[in-house]
């Protein structure tokens, strides 16, 4: 660990610190993106806007569970790989590194599995330090310029409430914001993150469709309970059981809400 600190404290290659982050606790468990020309065949992140191509994608996906499968469900599926991919490296190294990486839709590139689902994430560089530290500013690469356009598409293509999509990629948002203030080396740097899950509104009147996509639950005898606030509608597929974390289990009715 010691070598990540001085990566950061001596301004080195913010390729290089991001990935050494992920080579050591608590991140050493999560999936690194690629960086700079991808050496497999990969798929623009404009692409994902196109309606073809997207239908293209979730047919297959759909298709992957048989015959008859939910494309509304398999479609919510589908986004968690992608939302995984790309929110969970751009919120660590803005929380961590002070950094925002280039995922607009024209910067990154995804690699796909046999499925039509994401893979990996593909950036070309290690993007610019932040501009503003402003909590309602900072993310706005990613979820105003990426995630925003992408469920709009996502909704219209699959039929889906754009709530379902907002609350998929909202349970990788939260996560993050939870890790990152448990860093041993960073202290409270989720900080941020967390308490622009808890703005209801911005203050240009904007609603926050990530807001508290999680909540605590105080269940009898047990300790809190982290619990989506909407179903991702999984257990529509084929041999899918609800989520462990899904609102619509008997178990999750809670006794008193911590958040």
Not at 135 to 160: H, V, W
Not at 183 to 205: M, Q, S, V, W, Y
Not at 229 to 254: A, F, T
């Amino acid at each position: 660990m010691t070598h990540v600190v001085e990566l950061v404290t001596r301004q080195a290659d913010p390729v290089e610190a991001l990935l050494a982050l992920y080579r050591q606790p608590p991140l050493d468990s999560l999936k690194a993106p690629g960086f700079g020309p991808p050496v497999v065949a990969t798929l623009p992140g404009s692409a994902l806007l196109d309606r073809a191509t997207l239908d293209e994608l979730l047919a297959r996906y759909t298709a992957s569970f048989g015959e008859g499968a939910d494309r509304m469900a398999a479609a919510s599926v589908w986004s968690k790989y992608l939302f995984s991919l790309v929110s969970i490296p751009a919120l660590v190294a803005n929380l961590l590194l002070g950094r925002e990486l280039p995922v607009s839709p024209e910067q990154l590139c995804v690699e796909l599995g046999g499925r039509g689902e994401a893979t990996r994430l593909w950036l070309r560089d290690g993007g610019a330090s932040l501009t503003s530290l402003c909590f309602e500013t900072r993310f706005a690469t990613l979820f105003d310029d990426f995630c925003t356009p992408l469920i709009e598409t996502l909704a219209e293509r699959s039929g889906l409430s754009p709530k379902v999509f907002w609350s998929n990629l909202g349970h990788y948002v939260e996560y993050v914001g939870q890790l990152c203030s448990r860093h041993p080396f960073f202290i409270a740097a989720g900080e941020p993150l967390l308490r622009f899950l808890d703005t209801k509104t911005f203050a240009d009147g904007r609603r926050n469709p990530l807001f508290q996509p999680v909540r605590y639950l105080e269940l009898s005898g047990e300790a809190p309970a982290r619990v989506r606030r909407l179903c991702c509608v999984k257990y529509r597929l084929p041999g899918e059981p609800l989520c462990g974390g899904c609102p619509l289990k008997p178990e999750h009715r809670p006794n008193k809400r911590l958040r």
